[in-house]
């Protein structure tokens, strides 16, 4: 049973267009959300988070946004760049618990 | 910023074989992580450790073990090994145990024939 979904495996954009990649999940008591990014061939980075008492968190030019009563939140990319091609990972936890549950990623292909 | 290393980084071996995974860290992080990464699935938890003899089991624990002698070192062993566990697997370590602190390693490619 997988509690965060990420629907779409691939995402392609223009360089300095917007990207949006969105992830949904179905277990409530998560109340942590992070995203991760990963180049081919290394581990995976943390990229950004939010808590489910904010909807919206802002890191230069990435922002989550968090929807709760959808159970669904979005990274937003602006503007994209060639160097954020990678696979993107939803993750989502419950505060203070070492479990998170991932999305199965989207891959992004940004083009020049 | 070799951190945290996992050796070997690919492996090959047969069904029924037993397996070692070593990770091994310089950060002197109190939580280490075994992760396992397959299509569809994205990351899922098989192990962790929050200190020196103490772990706990994640999502995906059966058919894994795990034992953590010193604090550098994180070991996962397939007792034997069967296709379902042809995977890439992801270690982690954390000072502090919060999610977005978890520093992964390179990974290892794991082939179970």
């Known amino acids: 049973d997988q509690q965060v979904k990420q629907n779409s495996p691939s995402l392609s954009v223009q360089e300095g267009r917007i990207s949006i990649l969105n992830c949904d999940y179905t277990n409530s008591m998560f109340d942590y959300f992070l995203w991760y990014k990963k180049y081919p061939a290394e581990g995976p980075t943390f990229l950004i988070s939010i808590s489910s008492i904010k909807d919206k968190n802002e890191d230069g030019r990435f922002t989550v946004f968090l929807n709760k009563s959808a159970k669904h939140l979005s990274l937003h990319i602006v503007p994209s760049q060639p160097g954020d091609s990678a696979v993107y990972f939803c993750a989502a936890s419950v505060y203070n618990n070492n479990d998170m549950r991932f999305g199965a990623g989207t891959r992004l292909t940004v083009k020049p | 910023d070799a951190g945290i290393t996992q050796s070997p980084r690919h492996k090959v071996t047969e069904t029924g074989t037993p397996v070692t995974l070593r990770c091994h860290q310089t950060e002197n992080h109190r939580y280490m992580y075994w992760y396992r990464q397959d299509p569809g699935h994205g990351l899922r938890l098989i192990h962790y450790?929050?200190?020196?003899?103490?772990?706990d089991k994640g999502e995906v624990s059966d058919g894994y073990s795990v034992s953590r002698s010193k604090t550098e070192d994180f070991l996962l062993t397939l007792e034997s090994a069967t296709s379902s566990q042809t995977s890439v697997y992801f270690c982690a370590i954390s000072e502090s145990g919060r999610p977005e602190t978890q520093y992964f390693g390179p990974g290892t490619r794991l082939l179970v024939l």
């Open positions: 450790s929050y200190g020196v003899k103490d772990t």
